[in-house]
């Protein structure tokens, strides 16, 4: 039988303690440890340096592709406007007399006359056309995805394909327009022949090819009324008309002010339309600013008389981008 020592029980050998060996500040007092290799400040900085002109790489090849094609395009037109230029002899520095000649050609007013007269057309048409679409696909519930596809396909179709399309409706001919009023016993009409109604045709084709996307851009912005105001409107007995005046035109405020001014500054660079339909005429009653600027350089090879009208035609629409930029920033 085992017989109980009366000696205290011998403490087998183990591993050290840790804990007590690390004193309460972590050693940082009584032990000055070495910075690991690769974390020393000249590393670090190296380092940083490396990414700093890794990103000034990317940025500078993003910076020389706007300077090689937008930037000195810009400049170099500005300059041409003050130089004779035909690309057959050396250049010559005129000064003002690109703009003197510019201001004595009697086409000059009559290009910005019909430009306005188009941009007032195209406000009247145009603007109302792609928000009354909107509003009534928005109230409907069946069909919206097929129709908001038909609505948005003449965009995508080729400018040149719109207007050979168009070219047919208006032929005085087989027309498909003069086939209609044919029809209602209504006689039929020169569309781009007549001085009175070529320009409402090229509004018209303009108005057809390009609301599908501001019609969109309606629709965005009417998804994101509230519809508590609508159901308190309901509520208060308002009308259909009434809530158009009163609740949607209001929340749409900035929308439409915004569209508005790129319609103007779109408007006012027209030149697919008359330079594919009627070539300015008849009676240079559809020559715009820019079929005006294309005669100068490539029918009459005057580079400096173009670019002249270009340099005006930028202040101009440089004066509305000020000023959509004013009221973006102002929104945001």
Same mark, same amino acid.
């Given at each position: 039988?085992?017989?109980?020592?009366?000696?205290?029980?011998?403490?087998?050998?183990?591993?050290?303690?840790?804990?007590?060996?690390?004193?309460?500040?972590?050693?940082?007092?009584?032990?000055?440890?070495?910075?690991?290799?690769?974390?020393?400040?000249?590393?670090?900085?190296?380092?940083?340096?490396?990414?700093?002109?890794?990103?000034?790489?990317?940025?500078?090849?993003?910076?020389?592709?706007?300077?090689?094609?937008?930037?000195?395009?810009?400049?170099?037109?500005?300059?041409?406007?003050?130089?004779?230029?035909?690309?057959?002899?050396?250049?010559?520095?005129?000064?003002?007399?690109?703009?003197?000649?510019?201001?004595?050609?009697?086409?000059?007013?009559?290009? +910005?006359?019909?430009?306005?007269?188009?941009?007032?057309?195209?406000?009247?048409?145009?603007?109302?056309?792609?928000?009354?679409?909107?509003?009534?696909?928005?109230?409907?519930?069946?069909?919206?995805?097929?129709?908001?596809?038909?609505?948005?396909?003449?965009?995508?179709?080729?400018?040149?394909?719109?207007?050979?399309?168009?070219? +047919?409706?208006?032929?005085?001919?087989?027309?498909?327009?003069?086939?209609?009023?044919?029809?209602?016993?209504?006689?039929?009409?020169? +569309?781009?022949?007549?001085?009175?109604?070529?320009?409402?045709?090229?509004?018209?084709?303009?108005?057809?090819?390009? !609301?599908?996307?501001?019609?969109?851009?309606?629709?965005?912005?009417?998804?994101?009324?509230?519809?508590?105001?609508?159901?308190?409107?309901?509520?208060?007995?308002?009308?259909?008309?009434?809530?158009?005046?009163?609740?949607?035109?209001?929340?749409?405020?900035? &929308?439409? !002010?915004?569209?508005?001014?790129?319609?103007?500054?779109?408007?006012?660079?027209?030149? &697919?339309?008359?330079?594919?339909?009627?070539?300015?005429?008849?009676?240079?009653?559809?020559?715009?600013?820019?079929?005006?600027?294309?005669?100068?350089?490539?029918?009459?090879?005057?580079?400096?008389?173009?670019?002249?009208?270009?340099?005006?035609?930028?202040?101009?629409?440089?004066?509305?981008?000020?000023?959509?930029?004013?009221?973006?920033?102002?929104?945001?």
């Amino acid at each position: 039988m085992a017989v109980p020592s009366l000696l205290p029980a011998r403490k087998t050998a183990g591993p050290p303690d840790r804990r007590a060996a690390v004193p309460p500040d972590g050693g940082a007092t009584s032990v000055n440890r070495a910075p690991a290799p690769g974390r020393t400040p000249a590393t670090a900085r190296r380092r940083r340096l490396r990414e700093n002109l890794t990103a000034y790489a990317f940025l500078a090849a993003g910076v020389i592709c706007f300077a090689l094609f937008s930037w000195y395009p810009i400049v170099r037109g500005w300059l041409l406007g003050f130089q004779q230029v035909t690309f057959a002899q050396p250049a010559q520095w005129v000064g003002w007399d690109n703009f003197q000649r510019l201001f004595d050609d009697p086409l000059f007013l009559t290009a +910005w006359r019909n430009t306005g007269w188009f941009t007032l057309l195209a406000l009247v048409f145009g603007f109302a056309a792609p928000l009354v679409t909107a509003v009534v696909l928005n109230e409907l519930r069946r069909g919206t995805a097929y129709l908001r596809m038909a609505v948005y396909l003449p965009v995508m179709l080729p400018p040149i394909v719109t207007m050979l399309l168009w070219r +047919w409706f208006y032929d005085p001919g087989p027309g498909l327009f003069n086939n209609a009023l044919e029809v209602l016993h209504l006689p039929a009409q020169q +569309w781009l022949e007549s001085e009175n109604l070529a320009m409402v045709s090229l509004v018209l084709v303009s108005t057809w090819a390009n !609301m599908g996307t501001t019609t969109l851009i309606y629709l965005a912005a009417l998804g994101g009324i509230p519809g508590d105001l609508y159901e308190a409107a309901e509520l208060d007995g308002a009308s259909i008309r009434q809530r158009l005046w009163h609740v949607t035109l209001p929340q749409l405020r900035f &929308i439409l !002010m915004i569209t508005l001014l790129l319609q103007v500054i779109g408007t006012m660079q027209v030149f &697919i339309e008359p330079f594919a339909l009627t070539g300015g005429g008849p009676n240079d009653a559809t020559v715009t600013v820019l079929l005006l600027l294309y005669r100068y350089a490539f029918v009459y090879n005057d580079f400096g008389l173009a670019s002249a009208l270009s340099t005006l035609l930028f202040l101009v629409l440089g004066t509305f981008a000020a000023l959509y930029l004013r009221l973006t920033r102002s929104k945001g």
